[in-house]
């Protein structure tokens, strides 16, 4: 069974810092791998997803990495605003699991003045 | 843009009362998903369907059943609500096929079952 983490569960950072959140999962034999962003009490929105083919892929401030190899990914964020205060959950697509995917418990991020 | 909008923001229910959560995705996606989230448990798969009528039990399907009797409407039922039901639930929508497609998701339903 699929198991995704993330370390560390809540970061606070000052504007303009430059910081890396974790994700790690158990099965490598992923399809892909989605980032996601939640407000308090809101949805989730949609920052990245990597193919399992791909190693990185970038918006804007944001870079996401992908090994396979060592169940993990990274997501970069740049020049850190308060506006990016919010949870960050990393998400694994297994195959054959019919796009279901395992989602870990999130990074409560909040960057300060 | 993909918009995925659901019935209700909040909504308080009495033990034991059938519970009817709507979602509505505009961007004729095959899938479409409901999840529940828990502080500590993260998001949860309930159930899933890939096309009308059709369904998948996710990992925690108990106390709840689906209806998906158009492709862009995904109904999640609560037979008989618990106070265990009380939760964060959040409807998500994707275009078929497992290796490229993002989910997408709506703003959520806070429910609180007394």
């Known amino acids: 069974k699929q198991e995704v983490t993330q370390i560390p569960a809540a970061l606070s950072v000052p504007e303009g810092e430059n910081l890396v959140l974790n994700c790690s999962f158990t099965?490598?034999?992923?399809?892909?791998l989605q980032w996601f962003r939640q407000d308090p009490g809101k949805g989730l929105t949609s920052l990245l997803l990597i193919q399992s083919s791909q190693r990185e892929q970038t918006s804007g401030r944001l870079n996401a990495s992908l090994d396979k190899s060592s169940g993990r990914s990274t997501l970069y964020i740049a020049a850190s605003q308060p506006g990016d205060s919010a949870t960050y959950l990393c998400a694994a697509l297994k195959t054959g699991t019919a796009s279901k995917l395992t989602f870990g418990t999130g990074t409560r991020l909040q960057v300060t003045l | 843009d993909v918009k995925v909008t659901q019935s209700s923001r909040y909504l308080v229910k009495r033990t034991g009362e059938k519970v009817f959560l709507e979602c509505v995705q505009d961007m004729d996606h095959e899938n479409m998903f409901w999840y529940r989230q828990d502080p500590g448990l993260g998001l949860r798969l309930i159930y899933f369907?890939?096309?009308?009528?059709?369904?998948e039990k996710g990992d925690i399907p108990e106390g709840y059943s689906v209806s998906r009797e158009k492709k862009e409407r995904f109904s999640l039922i609560l037979e008989s609500a618990s106070t265990n039901q009380t939760s964060m639930y959040l409807c998500?929508?994707?275009?078929?096929?497992?290796?490229?497609?993002?989910?997408?998701f709506g703003p959520g339903t806070r429910l609180t079952v007394t």
């Open positions: 099965d490598s034999a992923i399809y892909n």
């Open positions: 998500a929508s994707s275009r078929q096929g497992r290796r490229n497609y993002e989910q997408y």
């Open positions: 369907s890939y096309d009308v009528k059709m369904k």
